[in-house]
C-alpha cells in the first residue's frame, strides 16, 4: 500500500504537469491568434481612414491625379499614419509636416490676407495637413507630379536639390504601384 501512494502521487501530478502544459499551449496559440487579429484590425483602419480620406479630399478641389500623387507623398511621409512622429525633425502627421511649414502657410495667408490660420497641432489632423499642402503648392505654383513631390520634400526650391531626386523617385514608385 505504501508504494502505491508515491506512485499514484507520481501518477497524477504527472497528469496535471501535462494538463497545465497543454493550457499553456493554448495561451500561446490565442494569444498569438489575438495578436494577427490586432494586426488585421489595424490595417482595416487604415484602409478605412485610406477610404474616408479619398471621399474627403474633393473638399479641397484637388484633382483626381493630385489625389494619386498625396496618397504616394502620405504612403512615403508615413504610410498614411496620422499619427506619425519624427522626433529628430519634429515632423508631424500623415504627410510629416514640420513647424517651418506651418509658419510658411500662415506666412501665406497673410499675404493673401486670409483670416484662416494653422496651428502646430493641426499636423495631427489629416484634413488640416491637406489643407496646408494645398495652399503651400498652389502659392508656389507647382503643377508637376515632380515638382510638387521634390517641392514638399525639399522646400520651394526643392527642384534644385539633388537630395530631393531620390525622395521623387520613392513618390513615383508609389504613383506606379
Not at 502544459?21 to 494577427?36: A, G
Not at 521634390?150 to 514608385?173: E, I
Request: charged share 25%.
Amino acid at each position: 500500500m505504501r508504494l502505491f501512494t508515491p506512485i499514484f502521487c507520481f501518477i497524477i501530478i504527472t497528469f496535471l504537469f501535462g494538463s497545465i502544459l497543454d493550457k499553456i499551449d493554448t495561451i500561446e496559440q490565442l494569444e498569438n491568434q489575438l495578436e494577427q487579429n490586432n494586426l488585421q484590425i489595424d490595417s482595416l483602419y487604415h484602409e478605412i481612414d485610406t477610404l474616408q480620406w479619398e471621399n474627403q479630399i474633393w473638399d479641397f478641389n484637388i484633382s483626381q491625379n493630385t489625389t494619386h500623387l498625396l496618397s504616394a507623398i502620405m504612403f512615403v511621409e508615413s504610410s498614411h499614419n496620422d499619427s506619425a512622429y519624427n522626433s529628430s525633425e519634429d515632423a508631424v502627421g500623415c504627410l510629416q509636416i514640420r513647424k517651418c511649414m506651418v509658419d510658411d502657410v500662415n506666412r501665406i495667408l497673410r499675404r493673401q490676407k486670409s483670416d484662416l490660420r494653422f496651428t502646430y497641432d493641426d499636423r495631427w489632423l489629416r484634413n488640416k495637413s491637406i489643407k496646408m499642402f494645398d495652399i503651400y503648392c498652389k502659392h508656389y505654383g507647382l503643377t508637376t507630379a515632380e515638382e510638387i513631390a521634390r517641392c514638399w520634400n525639399g522646400g520651394p526650391r526643392g527642384m534644385n536639390y539633388q537630395s530631393t531626386s531620390a525622395y521623387w523617385k520613392k513618390v513615383q514608385k508609389g504613383l506606379d504601384s
